[in-house]
């Protein structure tokens, strides 16, 4: 069962432009939530998160938002950048343990 | 300084021949240890987690083994491979936010 999906498979965007990127969970104990990059045969790298008892968390260029009430978050990036092309997985855990529950990955692709 | 080293990075081995995949981790001690395997087109799903020695939870019910020998080191394991444990497997450790090794792709052929 698929707790944490991330709906939209792949992302174009031009350089300069902003990416959103969503990702939806189920899971209402859920009260972690991160973003991780990932480049093909590498291991993924940790872009942002943010706890539960926030709505937004900005760092750079990325922000994540969370609508809690909507079990909905949404990573910003702006500008895109090439270096930015890459698959982005949202994740989330529960209980301050770190048993992360992923989605699927989200492909993006910035054209210059 | 704090890493986590996972090796081999890409192995090929055939239908019915043993795993092992080795990880450990650097700059800490009694460390969480994960491991998460990538399927073809999917995102990570959790396999086992360890939280000290000989300590092994496993979150699906699979072909494959855990082992925690020492306290940063986590091995992941079979006795015979199947073409469905193909796929991207990664060690992470539960430094925050939590760490990932560089993985390894297992091909069964």
């Known amino acids: 069962d698929q707790q944490v999906k991330q709906n939209s498979p792949s992302l174009s965007v031009q350089e300069g432009r902003i990416s959103i990127l969503n990702c939806d969970y189920t899971?209402?104990?859920?009260?972690?939530f991160l973003w991780y990059k990932k480049y093909p045969a590498e291991g993924p790298t940790f872009l942002i998160s943010?706890?539960?008892?926030?709505d937004k968390n900005e760092d750079g260029r990325f922000t994540v938002f969370l609508n809690k009430s909507a079990k909905h978050l949404s990573l910003h990036i702006v500008p895109s950048q090439p270096g930015d092309s890459a698959v982005y997985f949202c994740?989330?855990?529960?209980?301050?343990?770190?048993?992360?529950?992923f989605g699927a990955g989200t492909t993006v692709t910035v054209r210059a | 300084s704090q890493t986590i080293h996972q090796w081999p990075a890409t192995l090929v081995q055939p239908v019915g021949s043993p795993l092992s995949l080795e990880c450990t981790v650097e700059?800490?001690?009694?460390?969480?240890l994960y491991w998460y395997r990538q399927a073809a087109g999917r995102g990570l799903q959790l396999l086992f987690y360890?939280?000290?020695?000989?300590?092994i939870s496993s979150e699906v019910p699979q072909n494959l083994s855990a082992s925690r020998p020492q306290d940063r080191q986590f091995i992941l394991s079979s006795k015979k491979l199947l073409l469905s444990d193909s796929g991207f497997y990664l060690c992470?450790?539960?430094?925050?936010?939590?760490?990932f090794g560089q993985g390894t792709r297992l091909t069964v052929v």
């Open positions: 992470a450790w539960d430094r925050a936010p939590p760490l």
């Open positions: 899971n209402s104990m859920f009260d972690y």
């Open positions: 943010i706890s539960s008892i926030k």
């Open positions: 994740a989330a855990s529960a209980n301050n343990d770190y048993k992360l529950s």
């Open positions: 700059g800490t001690s009694n460390p969480n």
């Open positions: 360890s939280v000290g020695i000989g300590q």
